[in-house]
């Protein structure tokens, strides 16, 4: 099972970097304040879900310790179990219609069982349409008093502010390198994984903030090292800014050469890469040379050794902007996907071929 999983927090004192909100959120436990309708905003794999789910079941929790769900009494074993009709997960980005808002607002009335509060998870919700946003709100403006709601996103900037206005807003910090080093060292001795001070700070490095990517990176190299994790092969893996092989790609987008490309992600398979980050540098790669196209001042702004600024502005006069643009496009959004997807090279092959057919990728 993959360490991101396995390692979900079950209290707040195991959600790491996100003091300000989890020490709030065990004092309103500890002193019974509340409140309908909370917000969760911030970068992905930071915590909103499972600080939710954790607050789900404080709140029902029998016999809370600090505000945490003792994880013991008959309430919080009810709640453990994935499918308990009290925490109802909703995902907005397939559920976007009013009709999906609707029905939440009929159920809503029926009271929870056997414990006090039904909590609704509404994840992504900034993809919910307009007509979707109305029926929620009226939703949120009067909640039966045996409700929840907890809505997450990754982009407030797209909530309506109606919407703001009436939940209480935690914003999930990025979390420091530091802190993500010490999770990843107790995570690693307690799976009896070695791993030396420097490996550690470049996976914890690569991570970016993100408690989940740092343990998806984690769990690649880890599973490739089998058990004893080196600077060298760390350092090859990550292959975060192998210049030349963003460029072969490139060249291979550029003339249309499918079996160039699967060949090179077949070797990248092999080299036990990790393919979701390959894509996000494939959209920082086209990044780089639409600045080049574009701005004057473009190395103050990339700041490249000078050879390799080169090449790259070579490589950059053989695109037009609109071609970068679609690149950009098509694999940051693939890069998300590719995080949770079973068949990691079949998404990443097929989204090369969306990007040089030009199609647009469809997500629902
Ligand atoms: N703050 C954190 N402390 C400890 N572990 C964390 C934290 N944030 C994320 N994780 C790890 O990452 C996994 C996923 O986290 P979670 O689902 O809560 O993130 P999220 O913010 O909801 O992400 P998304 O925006 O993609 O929905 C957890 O199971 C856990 O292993
Ligand atoms: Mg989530
Ligand atoms: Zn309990």
């Known amino acids: 099972m993959a360490l991101y999983r396995t390692y979900r927090p079950k209290t707040f004192d195991e959600v790491i970097g996100q ?6 959120l065990e004092n309103q436990i500890m002193n019974g304040h509340i409140g309908h309708a ?11 879900t499972s600080v ?12 809370p310790v600090n505000g945490s769900p003792c994880g013991k009494c008959e309430n919080c074993l009810k709640l453990q179990r994935d499918n308990d009709i009290n925490i109802i997960e909703m995902d907005a980005a397939s559920n976007n219609k009013v009709d999906d808002i609707r029905e939440i607002r009929e159920k809503v009335r ?10 609704y998870i509404i994840d992504e919700v900034h993809m919910l349409t307009d007509s979707a946003f109305n029926a929620l709100l009226k939703t949120l403006e009067e909640p039966p008093k045996h409700v929840i709601f907890i809505l997450a996103t990754t982009e407030v900037h797209k909530l309506p502010q109606t919407i703001l206005s ?67 092969e760390t350092l090859r893996i990550l292959g975060t800014t192998d210049y030349s092989l963003n460029i072969e790609f490139f060249n291979y987008l550029k003339d249309r ?21 390959f894509s996000k540098d494939v959209s920082k790669h086209a990044r780089n040379l639409l600045v080049i196209k574009t701005c004057e001042n473009a190395n103050e702004i990339l700041n490249l050794p000078d050879d390799v600024f080169e090449e790259f502005k070579q490589q950059a006069d053989a695109f037009d902007e609109k071609t970068l643009i679609r690149y950009m496009q098509v694999f940051s959004s693939a890069e998300n996907e590719l995080r949770y997807t079973l068949s990691v090279r079949l998404l990443l092959e097929t989204t090369c071929l969306t990007a040089m057919t030009g199609m647009e990728v469809k997500k629902n």
């Open 19 to 24: 003091e300000h909100i989890t020490k709030t």
């Open 38 to 48: 909370y917000l969760f905003t911030g970068t992905r794999g930071t915590g909103k």
């Open 52 to 63: 939710a789910k954790i607050f789900a079941r404080a709140v029902n929790c029998l016999t």
């Open 110 to 119: 029926f009271m929870p069982v056997d414990v006090k509060y039904k909590v």
């Open 166 to 232: 009436r939940c209480v807003r935690f914003d999930f910090r990025l979390v420091p390198v530091g802190v993500l080093m010490k999770h990843l060292r107790k995570i690693f001795d307690l799976e009896k994984i070695e791993c030396d001070e420097e490996s550690l700070k470049l996976i914890a490095t690569a991570g970016e903030g993100s408690v989940r990517d740092t343990l998806s990176i984690a769990d690649s190299i880890a599973s490739y090292c089998k058990g004893k994790i080196t600077k060298e």
């Open 257 to 277: 050469e499918v079996g160039g490309i699967l060949a090179l992600i077949d070797r990248m398979e092999k080299e036990g890469k990790n393919l979701a980050v």
